[in-house]
């Protein structure tokens, strides 16, 4: 009882946020105090003095945990910056937590290190090819594999039918090479479709 007493004496939370803090903590599966005190301390740092308050910081801290995590940085509270990419990836993207997840985690995976940038164009790309959720990014990840598969192979039959003609034999199939590599998919490595270069340097964001 005194913790709590501490958590509006100390911290100066009101009543009501503390009761939230509470109820926050426990429905995590956390019913330690220090834990609560954590929490406390960290609102009241924040200057939380409303249960609204803390909804909207607690509802954005769920959100950018796993972002961060996935993208290999601690978390932090979200600078303008950052706030206004993952603003625009919900609000007008339209994309859910998850699908900024698997960016972050396909970003690190593709450059081995955070940038904010390169996941603006991988959810631009989905949000482009009409992306609602994870299955339709690994529907995506496989038309683009098959895709990819059959511009090889169709490379591969250009290059000997043009070895043929040099030897003075039949013409070989025209074009299916290049319509099968014009497949409208987004290639993570050059960002071919959405024309978003990758800039070389972590952003100044995620330092």
């Known amino acids: 009882m005194m913790i709590l007493f501490g958590f509006y004496d100390y911290y100066r939370l009101e009543v009501d946020v503390i009761l939230y803090l509470i109820q926050y903590a426990i429905s995590g599966g956390n019913r330690s105090f220090r834990y609560m005190e954590k929490i406390a301390e960290d609102w009241s740092d924040h200057q939380i003095d409303s249960v609204e308050q803390a909804q909207e910081y607690t509802m954005r801290y769920q959100i950018y945990l796993p972002i961060f995590k996935a993208l290999g940085i601690p978390y932090h509270n979200p600078n303008d910056q950052e706030q206004e990419s993952v603003d625009r990836w919900l609000y007008t993207y339209h994309m859910s937590p998850d699908l900024i997840t698997?960016?972050?985690?396909?970003?690190?995976?593709?450059?081995?290190?955070?940038?904010?940038?390169?996941?603006?164009?991988?959810?631009?790309?989905?949000?482009?090819?009409?992306?609602?959720?994870?299955?339709?990014?690994?529907?995506?990840?496989?038309?683009?594999?098959?895709?990819?598969?059959?511009?090889?192979?169709?490379?591969?039959?250009?290059?000997?039918?043009?070895?043929?003609?040099?030897?003075?034999?039949?013409?070989?199939?025209?074009?299916?090479?290049?319509?099968?590599?014009?497949?409208?998919?987004?290639?993570?490595?050059?960002?071919?479709?959405?024309?978003?270069?990758?800039?070389?340097?972590?952003?100044?964001?995620?330092e």
């Open 102 to 206: 698997e960016a972050a985690r396909r970003t690190v995976r593709m450059i081995g290190k955070p940038s904010f940038k390169y996941m603006e164009g991988i959810l631009l790309s989905w949000y482009q090819q009409q992306v609602k959720n994870l299955s339709d990014v690994e529907s995506l990840d496989l038309a683009y594999r098959s895709a990819r598969t059959a511009a090889q192979s169709s490379g591969a039959d250009y290059a000997r039918g043009t070895n043929q003609i040099n030897r003075g034999s039949s013409s070989p199939r025209k074009g299916s090479y290049f319509v099968a590599s014009n497949t409208p998919y987004y290639d993570y490595a050059t960002y071919e479709s959405t024309g978003y270069e990758v800039d070389d340097d972590m952003d100044k964001d995620t």
